[in-house]
């Protein structure tokens, strides 16, 4: 972030400095996308969502009251606006999911391995995409999701579990 | 052993997150090379990270895409507010501004002051003027126009004339007799 703490960044938007805000969503645009493709699962969707969440982040920085707590913050947002999302399209997620799968097209990913990562809880997808789509840092997982490091590493532990208990059962079948 | 191997595949998971404390490490190695379930385990939770990783990659244009289009959605309204900014200025300095300012103050004070209640008018004192004699008036339009013509210096010439026809006179005298003696007739 240009050295900036996200304090020295959110009061510098909060003096409407619109161009202050650019690095923080350079910071936070993978978390945001992380959250928002976890709970929808298509990309198209996941871009739309998580633009909307930055740019209400924007709008509402006067909300936040402290400026280190961006993170969390604006990965709430994020959920909330997925789940009105989703609540509004009335889709169930396994529909949206596998249509997804047929949309993304250009995953590198083995379908098996799709296939069962959207089966996976939601709370489980979103810490694997945030691990593995911010930098494989527990600590930042921790802050964006407002829960414990020892929280995210059992959380990560349990959806590996869990996704590898699905691709063998996958597998068998 | 299989207790055991239970045990190891959670610290196998925790090992793939890197959130194993070290001193299990070893241990655990030391297993793994003894047990090949455990051993294929590990080789298949490599393989999902490794995909899964693979996965996160393939995301990253449509995060770049996206940045970009949030960078240019920043600069257009950082813009935009520089532009209203820049028209704000520019119409509170101009000439027309300032007198429209300018009249809007006047007509409230105007407004203002119309405006005040009965109660707030100071009564003028009424001239007692009509109420004095004719002859009264007489003196004091005398008076003034002898100030007008002269100054203080004719009021008072014109003071002691008046005087001197008001001294003590023979009580036959006329009032034109007077008059006469006044005005030099």
């Excluded at chain 1, 947002?77 to 997925?82: D, E, F, P, R, S």
């Excluded at chain 2, 970009?68 to 520089?82: A, D, M």
Aim: aromatic share 6%.
């Amino acid at each position: 972030m240009n050295g900036r703490s996200e304090d020295d960044l959110v009061a510098s938007c909060r003096k409407a400095d619109e161009l202050a805000y650019a690095d923080l969503v350079k910071a936070y645009s993978r978390r945001v996308f992380a959250v928002c493709f976890g709970m929808l699962g298509n990309t198209h969707d996941a871009e739309d969502l998580t633009q909307q969440a930055l740019l209400k982040g924007l709008t509402s920085m006067n909300q936040l009251r402290q400026g280190e707590q961006f993170g969390s913050w604006i990965c709430q947002i994020a959920k909330n606006l997925c789940i009105d999302f989703i609540r509004r399209r009335k889709i169930r997620r396994r529909i949206l999911l596998k249509r997804s799968t047929a949309e993304t097209g250009h995953s590198k990913v083995h379908p098996e391995l799709e296939s069962a990562f959207t089966k996976l809880s939601e709370d489980y997808r979103i810490a694997l995409l945030l691990y593995y789509f911010d930098g494989r840092s527990t600590q930042k997982i921790a802050e964006s999701l407002g829960i414990s490091q020892d929280a995210v590493h059992s959380r990560l532990s349990r959806a590996r579990k869990q996704l590898r208990k699905l691709l063998e059962s996958q597998g068998d079948a | 052993m299989e207790n055991n191997c239970q045990k190891i595949k959670e610290q196998i998971l925790e090992f793939v997150s890197g959130t194993l404390p070290d001193q299990d490490v070893a241990e655990l190695r030391n297993h793994l090379d003894k047990c090949q379930s455990c051993s294929g385990y590990l080789d298949a939770l490599r393989s999902d990270d490794k995909d899964l990783g693979n996965f996160a990659e393939s995301m990253q244009p449509a995060i770049a895409r996206l940045e970009k289009k949030l960078t240019e959605v920043l600069k257009e309204r950082q813009l935009v507010k520089k532009v209203r900014s820049a028209s704000w200025v520019a119409i509170i300095k101009s000439p027309v501004t300032k007198l429209a300012a300018a009249a809007v103050i006047i007509i409230a004070i105007g407004l203002f002051v119309s405006h005040q209640g009965p109660e707030e008018r100071i009564d003028m004192p009424v001239t007692s003027r009509v109420e004095r004699s004719p002859a009264e008036m007489m003196t004091l339009i005398s008076l003034n126009v002898a100030y007008r013509r002269g100054g203080m210096e004719a009021v008072e010439k014109q003071c002691e004339q008046a005087l001197d026809m008001l001294r003590p006179q023979h009580k036959k005298i006329s009032i034109q007799q007077l008059l006469a003696e006044n005005n030099g007739t």
